[in-house]
C-alpha cells in the first residue's frame, strides 16, 4: 500500500512537471538543461520531467510603464520637472529573457535619458508647443536599443511638464501683458473702426444733403426758367393779340384813346401824391402830339410784328 502511494505521488509529479498549459496571450522560454530550449505558446505542451524547466514567463500584451518623474534642462538652461508614461510589448521572449537581466528597468531608463536628451535640444517655450514631436523622438530613441531585448516600444505619452516656480509666475505675467496687449490692442481697433464709421457716415450724409441742394437748385432753376418762359409766352401772345387788334377797323383810334387814358392817369396819379409837384403844360397840343409819338412808334414797329 505505501509503494502504491509512492508510485501515484510520482507520477503526479511527473504529470504536473511535463504537462504545461499556456495562457492566452503569454509566452514561457523552456530551457532544458539549463539552456535555452524552445518557447511555449498558448494551449497545451509537454516537457520532459526533471530534464526540461520553464525559466521565464512573459505576457505578450501592451504593458503600460509609469516613467518616473526627473528634472531635464532645457537649451536655454531652465530646468523643467517632467513625467511621463510608455506603452510597449514584448515581441520575442527569447530575447526578453536572455537580452537584458531586466528589460522593464532598461527600457525605463533608457526613456529617462532619451528623454532629458530630447528636451535638452529645445527652448522652454518650445517644450510646451510640441509634445508630439518630443514624444515621437523618444519612442524613436528607445525602440532602436529595445529590439535587442525583445521589446517593441509602441508610445511614450508626457503627463507633466512642470517649470519652476519662479519661471511659472513669469509665465503668468507674461501672458497677463499679452492679454492686456490684444485688449488695448482690440479696444483701439474699435475706436478706430468707430471713428471711420462716424466720418463715413458724416460724408455720406454730407453728399446726400449736398445731391439734395444740388437737386433743389436745379429744379428751382428749372421752375424760374418755365415761368420765365411761360411769362415771354403770354407777353408775347399778348403783344400779339394787340397788334392784331390794332390791324382791325378802328384800331389805331383805340390804341389812341387808351394812350390818352393812360396819360391822363399817370397826370392823376401824380398830382393826388401831396409831396409832389406838378406843372401842368400851359398848351394842351402837348398831350395829343404825346399821344401821336406813340402811335408813331406803334405804325413804326408794326412790320416788325
Not at 498549459?21 to 498558448?42: D, I, K
Not at 390818352?260 to 409832389?276: F, K, L
Request: proline share 4%; hydrophobic share 45%.
Amino acid at each position: 500500500m505505501t509503494i502504491a502511494l509512492v508510485l501515484f505521488v510520482i507520477a503526479v509529479i511527473f504529470v504536473v512537471r511535463s504537462v504545461k498549459v499556456v495562457p492566452q496571450q503569454h509566452a514561457w522560454v523552456v530551457e532544458r538543461l539549463g539552456r535555452y530550449h524552445a518557447t511555449l505558446t498558448p494551449g497545451l505542451n509537454f516537457l520532459i520531467p526533471f530534464i526540461d524547466s520553464v525559466a521565464y514567463k512573459h505576457s505578450l500584451k501592451e504593458i503600460p510603464l509609469d516613467v518616473p518623474s526627473q528634472v531635464c534642462i532645457t537649451r536655454d538652461n531652465t530646468q523643467l520637472q517632467v513625467d511621463g508614461i510608455l506603452y510597449f510589448q514584448v515581441t520575442d521572449p527569447m530575447r526578453a529573457s536572455y537580452g537584458s537581466s531586466n528589460y522593464i528597468v532598461a527600457v525605463t531608463q533608457l526613456a529617462q535619458t532619451s528623454l532629458r536628451s530630447v528636451i535638452g535640444k529645445l527652448e522652454l517655450d518650445k517644450t510646451f508647443e510640441e509634445r508630439d514631436i518630443i514624444n515621437a523622438q523618444v519612442v524613436q530613441a528607445i525602440d532602436e536599443a529595445a529590439l535587442n531585448w525583445g521589446v517593441k516600444v509602441l508610445r511614450y505619452e508626457i503627463k507633466d511638464l512642470t517649470p519652476p516656480k519662479e519661471i511659472l509666475h513669469a509665465m503668468q505675467a507674461q501672458i497677463t501683458a499679452e492679454r492686456e496687449k490684444r485688449a488695448l490692442i482690440a479696444t483701439s481697433e474699435g475706436t478706430r473702426q468707430q471713428q471711420i464709421n462716424l466720418a463715413e457716415g458724416e460724408r455720406q450724409a454730407f453728399i446726400a444733403k449736398s445731391e439734395g441742394e444740388k437737386q433743389a437748385q436745379i429744379n428751382r432753376a428749372q421752375g424760374e426758367a418755365a415761368a420765365i418762359l411761360a411769362v415771354a409766352e403770354a407777353t408775347a401772345e399778348a403783344i400779339r393779340k394787340v397788334a392784331e387788334s390794332i390791324r382791325q377797323p378802328g384800331g389805331e383810334q383805340a390804341v389812341q384813346l387808351k394812350v390818352a387814358e393812360r396819360a391822363v392817369d399817370a397826370y392823376s396819379s401824380v398830382a393826388a401824391d401831396a409831396t409832389t409837384t406838378l406843372i401842368v403844360p400851359s398848351n394842351m397840343t402837348e398831350v395829343a402830339a404825346l399821344v401821336s409819338s406813340a402811335m408813331r412808334m406803334l405804325q413804326a414797329g408794326r412790320p416788325a410784328a
